[in-house]
């Protein structure tokens, strides 16, 4: 019996009792109608290893949960209407570009004061202004919000945050190493190119063709793997050209989106999608030390709120430029509020990198950690605090009104 060649019981016992805990907390949370995410970082944080210890292995699960990270975005990608993000690539980028340019501005006028050198304030620059695609996309997605005008747009800018993550490693790698990899910047540079020219052949010919797709159609079997191959196939793709792997995975899923004869593959995908993804955000839980938290509980929840509040501002500022309401433009300045799970990637390279010592290095883990986890209970106070007037809509009447404008 294959069980036999390692522990059994200790294997099994762990798996039971995350499981078990998974159920339970969401269970709860539910009644308290929070995201299953919360669930998922609670139960990682209580059966770590510095709680329950009966989880020890940290990076064996944080490797296997980077896999619901990258399902997740090809699940985004196939969320994507591609036509409307081409038709307000422009906006989308000078929103990005100005929300980035807020967030350095903000980490400079804080790093000078507190005497950081220049390595530490473009890394918690970098760190403070990319959001969670997978916590808000879900978001939109559960809220029905995801193709309405401000949908859109808070979409484009996230996949924009994302492109961002490559460049933002190079620029790390050559503050920590002093030196960069041409080949990266141009490989990187080329594929940009072939993506912009994806998209323009896309919203040319509105739908793309695979062969032999109706073979797979009635097939689950066949569907799970096409899928799996199709996601994971482009990820290693773009990996090879030292590039996101997850941002393959969302082209992936955007090819998927304009096939019309293969819209089954993603409905195929979303057990895995919710296993891998709670084991994502699993580790993160498990990768919080809750003794560091406990010691430093007014210092952290001080930066957790400032980074909630000051977030707010600025993307509530970008949403203005954009020409947004001001109700719309506050609530997606909530939307995109927390520091995101990529920022978690940021931080662990600049750990390797010795930008970072171990203090700053779990500080900033436990900031990140916890603005995710306060997300939901952000977004709605700040949604009471928008329609509390006996006479105003309701968050469903702006989703149904003010954000329903497609684009």
């Not at 081409?86 to 100005?98: D, F, P, Q, S, Y």
């Not at 961002?164 to 910047?185: Q, R, T, Y």
């Not at 938290?293 to 501002?313: A, E, H, K, P, Q």
Request: charged share 15%.
């Amino acid at each position: 019996m294959i069980l036999a060649y390692f522990d059994s019981q200790t294997l099994l016992q762990s798996i039971a009792g995350m499981l078990l805990s998974i159920l339970l907390l969401s269970w709860l949370l539910k009644r308290f109608r929070q995201p299953y995410f919360v669930a998922y970082i609670l139960a990682g944080i209580l059966l770590g290893p510095h709680c329950l210890k009966l989880f020890t292995d940290v990076h064996t699960i944080a490797q296997i949960g980077s896999l619901g990270l990258i399902i997740q975005m090809f699940f985004i990608g196939a969320e994507i209407e591609v036509p409307s993000l081409i038709k307000n690539i422009k906006t989308l980028t000078i929103g990005t570009a100005v929300q980035l340019l807020l967030s350095m501005a903000f980490i400079l006028l804080v790093g000078s004061q507190l005497e950081w050198s220049s390595a530490k304030i473009v890394l918690f620059g970098f760190i403070v202004s990319l959001s969670s695609s997978a916590i808000i996309l879900e978001y939109l997605h559960k809220n029905k919000e995801i193709h309405t005008r401000l949908g859109t747009i808070t979409t484009g800018i996230l996949i924009l945050q994302d492109f961002l993550i490559v460049p933002m490693i190079m620029v790390l790698n050559f503050l920590g190493k002093g030196e960069s990899d041409p080949s990266a910047l141009i490989i990187g540079s080329i594929v940009t190119i072939l993506f912009v020219l994806f998209l323009r052949n896309v919203v040319l010919k509105k739908s793309i063709r695979l062969p032999f797709a109706a073979d797979f159609q009635p097939d689950h079997e066949l569907q799970v793997f096409i899928g799996l191959s199709l996601c994971f196939g482009f990820a290693w793709i773009t990996s090879l050209l030292h590039l996101s792997a997850a941002l393959g995975a969302m082209f992936a899923g955007m090819t998927i989106s304009q096939t019309r004869s293969t819209r089954w593959l993603d409905r195929s995908l979303v057990p895995f999608r919710i296993f891998f993804l709670s084991l994502f955000f699993f580790s993160v839980g498990l990768q919080i030390d809750v003794h560091f938290v406990s010691d430093n509980f007014s210092l952290i929840m001080t930066l957790v709120l400032s980074i909630l509040l000051i977030n707010s501002g600025i993307n509530t500022l970008v949403f203005r430029l954009l020409r947004e309401t001001w109700k719309n433009s506050v609530y997606a300045g909530a939307l995109l509020s927390q520091i995101g799970e990529f920022s978690l990637i940021l931080c662990i390279v600049a750990k390797e990198l010795k930008l970072v010592d171990d203090f700053s290095f779990q500080l900033t883990l436990a900031v990140i950690s916890i603005t995710m986890l306060l997300t939901s209970a952000w977004i709605g106070i700040i949604r009471a605090f928008l329609f509390r007037g006996p006479g105003e809509a309701t968050a469903t009447d702006v989703a149904e009104e003010n954000l329903h404008a497609k684009l």
